[in-house]
């Protein structure tokens, strides 16, 4: 296989000629035959046991050869392309143009990744977000534990008030008959949370227990069965019991509950260091966040789109990687979301195009810096890799090649060197 020529026709697209030998298309005509002639049946022969010869009288020399020069077409494109130094993205348009036993000729219409430029990608300023720990912060933390520990108690001394959980028997009608779907008994129901229809929840506020009642209410338009939207209806109300949340106190036993701390003081200190890192950590992300967004413009180069719709696919699928390891896929998710597949796609683009270009981007800087992992640091992400995945170096080394585990660790590191040399405030 041999490249014959290579024609840049216009931004990132090529025309590629390619010749295969005539070895190579007699391994894939022969692989064809062993694979197509199971199927073939010839008159005075059991189904798939005619002679090649007698196959190839009766449809022709050629009969195999579409199939073989399918084959041939991936591995001589992609040798093409390495003598070319072209990183195809898509194929556009493949057609054979000399076909014989002695071999073939096609050409290709392909995109190609694009060169792009890059300037002034050290010394980006960047603003770090405050990590300062402020005691509101710890209040606020303390306020969700104490939620966490919090307990119902019943109320027996007043009407019911927002925030309060009332167990209610509840039945709806709609012109003085009662409609599906309308009733039920001992059901607890937290007042100001707007799960029932608007004025509803408001109209038991000032009720006690053991009271009955009818309220008024009107169902939304838009509400989901058709024979109520818009409707009036009464509901009749039995409140039965009235509940609040009771926090606890913030004292040393409060904090012995909850922590390995003895007082408030320690406990106080505690979060305040944790609330710290936490910062720590979302100021570091932020930072890289936004030097992202100021490399990426930065870029300049026509990309293809099919970059942006090629990665934007590989999101979704990885997507329903993640979907299934969770017992689901991706089209359960679409029915239940009501979502297509074209729908999901355009949700990925603007993340997609972002991703494109930072790739591209830090590849070009790599390229720039003369940036490669050494020896040791290769063994190292094969290293961990096998880790991750429970396989032996070995066999991850022969799943995964080298070159990509270059390419991607070239990345990482001209992601740090752009870091490093940041002006971070």
Do not use: W
């Amino acid at each position: 296989m041999s490249l014959k020529s290579s024609t840049l026709k216009e931004a990132n697209t090529y025309e590629v000629e390619v010749s295969v030998d005539g070895e190579t298309f007699k391994a894939a005509v022969d692989k064809v035959y062993k694979k197509e002639s199971k199927k073939i049946n010839v008159p005075g022969f059991r189904k798939g046991k005619a002679p090649r010869a007698i196959i190839e009288r009766m449809y022709g020399k050629e009969v195999f050869y579409d199939d073989a020069m399918q084959d041939c077409y991936p591995e001589a494109l992609d040798a093409a392309a390495k003598e070319a130094d072209l990183k195809i993205i898509s194929v556009t348009a493949l057609e054979a143009t000399e076909v014989s036993e002695d071999g073939f000729t096609f050409k290709a219409t392909v995109i190609v990744e694009p060169e792009i430029e890059i300037k002034d990608y050290k010394g980006i300023e960047v603003e770090k977000m405050s990590t300062e720990v402020t005691d509101e912060m710890i209040d606020h933390e303390i306020e969700h534990v104490r939620e966490r520990n919090s307990r119902m108690v019943t109320v027996e001394d007043r009407a019911a008030e927002t925030g309060d959980t009332v167990v209610i028997d509840f039945e709806g009608f709609c012109d003085g008959e009662a409609f599906d779907g309308g009733k039920s008994e001992n059901y607890n129901l937290e007042l100001g949370s707007g799960n029932f229809i608007p004025g509803f929840e408001d109209q038991i506020v000032g009720h006690s227990t053991d009271e009955e009642f009818t309220i008024d209410v009107k169902f939304p338009e838009e509400y989901q069965a058709e024979n109520l939207k818009g409707k009036d209806a009464q509901f009749k109300i039995k409140l039965h019991e009235i509940k609040k949340k009771e926090l606890p106190e913030v004292d040393d036993d409060f904090v012995k509950d909850v922590s390995e701390k003895d007082t408030v003081a320690e406990y106080r200190e505690e979060l305040k260091e944790q609330i710290e890192h936490r910062l720590e950590h979302e100021a570091e992300h932020d930072i890289e966040h936004k030097l992202t967004d100021a490399v990426i413009e930065k870029v300049e180069g026509e990309i293809p789109r099919q970059m942006f719709d090629n990665e934007a696919q590989n999101m979704m699928r990885e997507m329903d990687m993640r979907l299934r390891s969770q017992g689901m896929d991706m089209n359960t998710y679409m029915k239940y979301t009501g979502m297509t597949a074209d729908a999901v796609l355009e949700m990925y683009k603007p993340e997609a195009e972002k991703r494109v270009k930072m790739r591209l981007a830090l590849e070009k800087i790599a390229q720039l810096e003369d940036i490669k992992p050494t020896d040791e640091e290769i063994e190292g992400e094969y290293k961990k890799m096998a880790d991750a995945y429970q396989m032996d170096v070995e066999k991850v080394k022969e799943i995964i090649p080298t070159e990509s585990v270059i390419a991607d660790y070239s990345v990482e590191l001209a992601m740090k060197l752009v870091k490093d040399n940041a002006v971070i405030k």
